[in-house]
């Protein structure tokens, strides 16, 4: 399993732009997963990093969580307005792993509430996923030129530049 920490380390550049790009739009990310029927589902969604991962929780019975339990494979794309991404953007996907610990959660519930407020200490988490980021892409756009990063687990990032 490749965590959010081990991917920072191998994927520096990808893992900054994400970084930036989620702190920017207060944690907001597009979660894609897979419906039953095969087709796509797009949720917007908060991620986690946390205590060296990347985490995909939420509300209980959300139908996100239904298809990452059936087809654990996930993509992850930070939320963007800005049609000439100045800001870069990025994106990561892999598969997830639904983590029952609750002293992990309960350690997750105390840090999302000293962060923010909102409070769920004490109660029990239906699911909580991990991710394995198995690959990762990013842009950055600017000086009349567009970089596309890439990674790929046991690679080494790869800078495409585009004029």
């Given amino acids: 399993m490749t965590t959010w920490q081990e991917f920072s380390e191998v994927a520096p550049r990808i893992a900054e732009i994400f970084v930036r790009r989620h702190t920017a739009t207060g944690n907001l990310c597009m979660l894609g997963t897979l419906r039953s029927d095969g087709f796509p589902r797009i949720s ?36 963007t307005v800005d049609t000439q991404v100045g800001d870069g953007d990025a994106k990561v996907w892999g598969y997830v792993e639904d983590v029952q610990d609750e002293a ?23 699911h909580f996923f991990a991710a394995d980021i198995v690959g990762a892409a990013a842009v950055e756009v600017g000086g009349g030129h567009m970089d596309v990063t890439v990674w790929r687990k046991g690679e080494a990032e790869t800078v495409i530049r585009k004029h």
Avoid: C, N, S
């Avoid at 060296?52 to 996930?74: C, E, N, S």
């Fill in 44 to 79: 917007p969604m908060e991620p986690a990093l946390f205590e060296g991962g990347l985490w995909i929780g939420g509300m209980p019975g959300t139908a996100k969580f239904g298809d990452l339990l059936r087809d654990p494979r996930f993509t992850l794309h930070t939320a």
């Fill in 104 to 126: 992990l959660h309960q350690r997750y519930a105390q840090a999302l509430f000293e962060r923010t407020g909102f409070d769920v200490r004490g109660q029990k988490f239906d």
